[in-house]
Every structure is written in structure tokens, then in C-alpha cells.
Nanobody
Framework: QLQLVESGGGLVQPGGALRLSCAGS????????IGWFRQAPGKEREGVSC???????NYADSVKGRFTASRDNAKNTLYLQMNSLKPEDTALYYC??????WGQGTQVTVSS
């Protein structure tokens, strides 16, 4: 069974940081491109970041310079380091693999 499980979300003050994890099971993550997505209440899901199987990364303009995606192939895990968080970053964050698997999401709330 191909699964992705996100973790690391939580409540953080504006300007704070969180690191999200996306752990894969049933397949090797580094064979696939992995995307991070988010969906805020009442809004459409949007792409945040993508890391290719070769390790190249792309980011949405809204998070460039603040978010960094990385891989730990030994742990079969992807990370999304989120710095300088803003209230508008509040959303349910998902990871998804290019073969079609999605995680269940982890909630990030940025509020004072």
C-alpha cells in the first residue's frame, strides 16, 4: 500500500517557524516528484512547493525565500521548513507524490 503521512503542523505565532514532514511507506520517495499543497478554509487548494526526483525544487511566489523543501532519502521522508510564517500561511498542508498518492494533511495555524 502506497502511503504518505504528514506531521509537524501546529499553532505558531507570526514570524515563527515549523518543519513539516512527509513520510512515505510502500514506495521509495526519491523515485518520484513530491509536491506540497495547502488549502485554507473557503479557498482552493494551491501548490506550495515541488521537489523533483533529482532534488530540484520550485516554490510558489508567496513562499519563496521563506519555505525550503528537502529530502532525507535514508528516512524516506520529505521536509518543508517554513520560516517567517504569516497568518495567510494558515491552511491544511498536504504532500502528494507524482504517482498519485496523497497524505491526510497536517494543520498549520499562524496566529497571535
Amino acid at each position: 500500500q502506497l502511503q504518505l503521512v504528514e506531521s509537524g503542523g501546529g499553532l505558531v505565532q507570526p514570524g515563527g517557524a515549523l518543519r513539516l514532514s512527509c513520510a512515505g511507506s510502500g514506495f521509495t520517495l526519491d523515485y518520484y516528484a513530491i509536491g506540497w499543497f495547502r488549502q485554507a478554509p473557503g479557498k482552493e487548494r494551491e501548490g506550495v512547493s515541488c521537489i523533483s526526483s533529482e532534488g530540484s525544487t520550485n516554490y510558489a511566489d508567496s513562499v519563496k525565500g521563506r519555505f525550503t523543501a528537502s529530502r532525507d532519502n535514508a528516512k524516506n521522508t520529505l521536509y518543508l521548513q517554513m520560516n517567517s510564517l504569516k497568518p495567510e500561511d494558515t491552511a491544511l498542508y498536504y504532500c502528494a507524490a507524482s504517482h498519485g498518492s496523497w497524505g491526510q494533511g497536517t494543520q498549520v495555524t499562524v496566529s497571535s
